[in-house]
Protein backbone atom coordinates (compact mmCIF):
# COMPACT_ATOMS: atom_id res chain seq x y z
CA UNK A 1 0.00 0.00 0.00
CA UNK A 2 2.71 2.42 0.89
CA UNK A 3 4.41 2.11 -2.42
CA UNK A 4 1.56 2.60 -4.36
CA UNK A 5 0.43 6.05 -3.22
CA UNK A 6 1.27 8.81 -5.12
CA UNK A 7 4.85 9.96 -4.94
CA UNK A 8 3.64 13.68 -5.01
CA UNK A 9 0.81 12.60 -1.99
CA UNK A 10 3.85 11.43 0.52
CA UNK A 11 5.91 14.87 -0.67
CA UNK A 12 2.85 17.07 0.40
CA UNK A 13 2.33 15.45 3.29
CA UNK A 14 5.72 14.97 4.44
CA UNK A 15 7.04 18.59 3.13
CA UNK A 16 3.79 19.90 5.71
CA UNK A 17 4.33 17.55 8.17
CA UNK A 18 7.81 18.81 8.60
CA UNK A 19 7.14 22.98 8.61
CA UNK A 20 4.07 22.85 10.93
CA UNK A 21 6.03 20.29 13.43
CA UNK A 22 8.90 22.04 13.56
CA UNK A 23 7.71 25.56 13.74
CA UNK A 24 4.96 24.45 16.38
CA UNK A 25 7.65 22.35 18.81
CA UNK A 26 10.09 24.64 18.14
CA UNK A 27 8.02 28.51 19.40
CA UNK A 28 6.82 26.11 22.29
CA UNK A 29 9.98 25.35 23.72
CA UNK A 30 11.02 28.92 22.65
CA UNK A 31 8.86 31.12 24.23
CA UNK A 32 7.29 28.79 26.79
CA UNK A 33 10.84 27.73 28.53
CA UNK A 34 13.31 29.41 26.93
CA UNK A 35 12.94 32.63 26.34
CA UNK A 36 13.64 33.73 29.94
CA UNK A 37 17.21 32.81 29.07
CA UNK A 38 17.41 34.78 26.35
CA UNK A 39 21.01 36.30 26.83
CA UNK A 40 21.92 32.64 27.02
CA UNK A 41 20.14 31.05 24.44
CA UNK A 42 21.82 34.03 21.95
CA UNK A 43 24.68 32.15 22.67
CA UNK A 44 23.31 28.90 21.88
CA UNK A 45 21.57 30.09 18.49
CA UNK A 46 25.05 31.28 17.56
CA UNK A 47 26.58 27.39 17.91
CA UNK A 48 23.37 26.18 15.94
CA UNK A 49 23.85 28.46 13.02
CA UNK A 50 27.40 28.35 13.06
CA UNK A 51 27.52 24.16 13.13
CA UNK A 52 24.73 24.21 10.53
CA UNK A 53 26.03 26.11 8.27
CA UNK A 54 29.92 24.87 8.63
CA UNK A 55 28.81 20.72 9.54
CA UNK A 56 25.84 20.31 7.46
CA UNK A 57 24.98 23.52 4.58
CA UNK A 58 28.83 23.31 3.09
CA UNK A 59 29.46 19.78 3.09
CA UNK A 60 26.01 19.25 1.85
CA UNK A 61 27.19 21.87 -0.99
CA UNK A 62 31.07 20.88 -1.39
CA UNK A 63 29.82 17.05 -2.23
CA UNK A 64 28.16 18.15 -5.35
CA UNK A 65 30.47 18.05 -8.93
CA UNK A 66 30.32 21.35 -8.65
CA UNK A 67 33.61 23.69 -8.23
CA UNK A 68 34.56 24.39 -4.57
CA UNK A 69 36.40 27.79 -5.51
CA UNK A 70 32.98 28.87 -7.35
CA UNK A 71 30.72 27.59 -4.47
CA UNK A 72 33.42 29.56 -2.18
CA UNK A 73 32.93 32.66 -4.26
CA UNK A 74 29.08 32.00 -3.83
CA UNK A 75 29.19 32.01 -0.61
CA UNK A 76 31.84 35.22 -0.39
CA UNK A 77 29.38 37.13 -2.58
CA UNK A 78 26.14 35.93 0.01
CA UNK A 79 27.75 37.56 3.19
CA UNK A 80 28.56 40.83 1.25
CA UNK A 81 24.66 40.44 -0.22
CA UNK A 82 23.90 40.33 2.98
CA UNK A 83 26.15 43.21 4.81
CA UNK A 84 24.60 45.54 1.98
CA UNK A 85 21.14 44.26 1.80
CA UNK A 86 21.12 44.97 5.69
CA UNK A 87 22.99 48.55 5.52
CA UNK A 88 20.31 49.64 2.75
CA UNK A 89 17.45 48.42 5.09
CA UNK A 90 18.58 49.91 7.89
CA UNK A 91 19.39 53.37 6.02
CA UNK A 92 15.89 53.86 4.74
CA UNK A 93 14.43 53.14 8.23
CA UNK A 94 16.53 55.40 10.47
CA UNK A 95 16.66 57.97 8.14
CA UNK A 96 13.59 60.47 7.20
CA UNK A 97 13.15 64.07 5.59
CA UNK A 98 10.90 66.09 7.94
CA UNK A 99 8.84 69.00 6.53
CA UNK A 100 12.10 71.48 7.07
CA UNK A 101 13.05 69.69 4.52
CA UNK A 102 16.43 68.26 6.31
CA UNK A 103 16.99 64.79 6.85
CA UNK A 104 16.68 63.80 10.82
CA UNK A 105 18.27 60.22 12.01
CA UNK A 106 17.12 57.82 14.61
CA UNK A 107 18.17 55.27 16.71
CA UNK A 108 19.98 52.38 15.90
CA UNK A 109 20.05 49.59 18.66
CA UNK A 110 16.54 48.32 17.91
CA UNK A 111 16.57 48.65 13.66
CA UNK A 112 19.47 46.58 13.90
CA UNK A 113 18.42 44.02 16.17
CA UNK A 114 14.95 44.15 13.76
CA UNK A 115 16.59 43.25 10.57
CA UNK A 116 19.03 40.82 12.12
CA UNK A 117 15.70 38.77 12.70
CA UNK A 118 15.01 39.44 8.81
CA UNK A 119 17.86 38.49 7.67
CA UNK A 120 18.00 35.03 9.43
CA UNK A 121 14.45 34.20 7.99
CA UNK A 122 15.93 34.77 4.46
CA UNK A 123 18.58 31.92 5.30
CA UNK A 124 15.66 30.04 6.61
CA UNK A 125 14.08 30.32 3.35
CA UNK A 126 16.72 29.09 1.00
CA UNK A 127 17.60 26.33 3.56
CA UNK A 128 14.18 24.84 3.72
CA UNK A 129 13.50 24.93 -0.07
CA UNK A 130 16.55 23.33 -0.62
CA UNK A 131 15.26 20.54 2.10
CA UNK A 132 11.87 20.16 0.19
CA UNK A 133 13.72 19.54 -2.80
CA UNK A 134 15.59 16.80 -1.31
CA UNK A 135 12.70 15.44 0.30
CA UNK A 136 10.84 15.25 -3.65
CA UNK A 137 14.12 13.35 -5.00
CA UNK A 138 14.14 11.38 -2.07
CA UNK A 139 10.88 9.50 -2.83
CA UNK A 140 10.92 9.69 -6.31
CA UNK A 141 13.34 7.07 -5.45
CA UNK A 142 11.43 5.30 -3.20
CA UNK A 143 8.83 6.18 0.03
CA UNK A 144 11.08 4.36 1.99
CA UNK A 145 13.74 6.42 0.76
CA UNK A 146 11.32 9.94 1.09
CA UNK A 147 9.74 8.90 4.69
CA UNK A 148 14.14 7.71 5.84
CA UNK A 149 14.78 11.98 4.18
CA UNK A 150 11.52 13.11 6.29
CA UNK A 151 12.84 11.99 9.48
CA UNK A 152 16.44 13.27 8.74
CA UNK A 153 15.10 16.66 7.81
CA UNK A 154 12.88 16.79 10.55
CA UNK A 155 15.67 15.85 13.30
CA UNK A 156 17.80 18.76 12.15
CA UNK A 157 14.89 21.70 11.26
CA UNK A 158 13.57 21.73 14.68
CA UNK A 159 16.65 23.21 16.92
CA UNK A 160 17.40 24.79 13.71
CA UNK A 161 13.64 26.43 14.33
CA UNK A 162 14.59 26.98 18.04
CA UNK A 163 17.76 29.06 16.86
CA UNK A 164 16.02 31.07 14.59
CA UNK A 165 13.24 31.88 17.47
CA UNK A 166 16.35 33.15 19.51
CA UNK A 167 17.51 35.72 17.07
CA UNK A 168 13.74 36.62 16.26
CA UNK A 169 13.20 36.99 20.04
CA UNK A 170 16.83 39.09 20.61
CA UNK A 171 15.47 40.92 18.04
CA UNK A 172 12.09 42.42 20.04
CA UNK A 173 9.81 40.69 17.38
CA UNK A 174 6.52 39.78 18.97
CA UNK A 175 5.44 36.54 19.79
CA UNK A 176 2.72 36.08 17.03
CA UNK A 177 4.27 38.12 14.20
CA UNK A 178 7.58 35.28 14.85
CA UNK A 179 5.71 32.50 14.50
CA UNK A 180 4.07 34.02 11.60
CA UNK A 181 7.37 34.70 9.90
CA UNK A 182 8.64 31.70 10.75
CA UNK A 183 5.78 30.07 9.28
CA UNK A 184 6.38 31.64 6.09
CA UNK A 185 10.38 30.49 5.77
CA UNK A 186 9.18 26.96 6.75
CA UNK A 187 6.61 26.84 4.43
CA UNK A 188 9.35 27.14 1.55
CA UNK A 189 10.11 22.86 2.43
CA UNK A 190 6.72 22.73 0.65
CA UNK A 191 7.18 25.40 -2.39
CA UNK A 192 10.93 23.54 -2.48
CA UNK A 193 9.18 19.63 -2.42
CA UNK A 194 6.27 20.49 -5.37
CA UNK A 195 9.73 22.01 -7.43
CA UNK A 196 11.40 19.28 -6.47
CA UNK A 197 8.88 16.77 -8.13
CA UNK A 198 8.25 18.49 -10.79
CA UNK A 199 11.59 20.13 -12.13
CA UNK A 200 14.31 17.70 -10.18
CA UNK A 201 16.42 17.50 -12.82
CA UNK A 202 16.90 21.28 -13.60
CA UNK A 203 17.27 22.18 -9.96
CA UNK A 204 19.67 19.91 -8.90
CA UNK A 205 22.62 22.15 -10.39
CA UNK A 206 21.04 24.77 -8.40
CA UNK A 207 20.77 23.11 -5.28
CA UNK A 208 25.05 23.68 -3.92
CA UNK A 209 23.99 27.27 -4.56
CA UNK A 210 21.07 27.67 -2.70
CA UNK A 211 23.17 26.02 0.70
CA UNK A 212 25.85 27.81 0.21
CA UNK A 213 23.89 31.37 0.18
CA UNK A 214 22.23 29.95 3.26
CA UNK A 215 25.02 29.18 4.95
CA UNK A 216 26.49 32.82 3.95
CA UNK A 217 23.13 34.01 6.05
CA UNK A 218 23.80 32.17 9.29
CA UNK A 219 27.11 33.09 9.17
CA UNK A 220 26.45 36.62 8.68
CA UNK A 221 23.73 36.70 11.21
CA UNK A 222 25.85 35.18 13.55
CA UNK A 223 29.41 37.10 13.56
CA UNK A 224 27.08 40.46 13.05
CA UNK A 225 24.57 40.74 15.13
CA UNK A 226 24.63 37.85 17.94
CA UNK A 227 28.24 37.95 18.63
CA UNK A 228 28.38 41.96 19.49
CA UNK A 229 25.68 41.33 21.41
CA UNK A 230 27.47 38.62 23.73
CA UNK A 231 30.91 41.05 23.99
CA UNK A 232 28.81 43.68 25.74
CA UNK A 233 29.01 40.72 28.85
CA UNK A 234 32.93 41.12 30.02
CA UNK A 235 33.15 39.17 33.29
CA UNK A 236 34.24 35.18 33.22
CA UNK A 237 31.27 34.04 34.56
CA UNK A 238 29.94 35.25 31.31
CA UNK A 239 32.46 34.29 29.41
CA UNK A 240 32.37 30.43 31.00
CA UNK A 241 28.65 30.57 30.35
CA UNK A 242 28.27 31.94 26.49
CA UNK A 243 31.64 29.22 25.82
CA UNK A 244 29.18 26.28 26.77
CA UNK A 245 26.07 27.42 25.37
CA UNK A 246 27.83 28.17 21.72
CA UNK A 247 29.51 24.19 22.53
CA UNK A 248 25.46 23.17 23.19
CA UNK A 249 24.65 24.23 20.16
CA UNK A 250 27.17 22.47 17.99
CA UNK A 251 27.47 19.17 19.89
CA UNK A 252 23.08 19.55 19.58
CA UNK A 253 24.03 19.61 15.21
CA UNK A 254 26.68 17.32 15.59
CA UNK A 255 25.09 14.25 17.54
CA UNK A 256 21.53 14.88 15.34
CA UNK A 257 23.29 15.15 12.38
CA UNK A 258 25.09 11.60 12.99
CA UNK A 259 21.65 10.15 13.94
CA UNK A 260 19.94 11.23 11.01
CA UNK A 261 22.72 9.32 9.04
CA UNK A 262 22.77 6.76 10.80
Partial sequence: MLAAASPLLFVLVSTLTVAIVSVALASQLSF??????????????????????????????????????????????GIFGFFFLQKVALYRHSHHFEGD????????????????????????????????????GAYLAGPFAGLAATLSIMTHEIPHKVGDFMVL?????PKPRAILYASGASACIVLGGLAGFFLLAQLADWI???LVIAAANFIYISLSDLVPRMQRERTINDAAWQGAM?????VVVVVLTKFADV
Fill in 208 to 210: PTV
Fill in 169 to 173: INAGI
Fill in 246 to 250: IALGV
Fill in 101 to 136: GHLHEHGHDAREAGHGGALVLIGSAFHNFSDGVVMA
Fill in 32 to 77: RYLARFLDRMVSFSIGILLATAFLHLLPDAFQSHQSIERLLATMLA
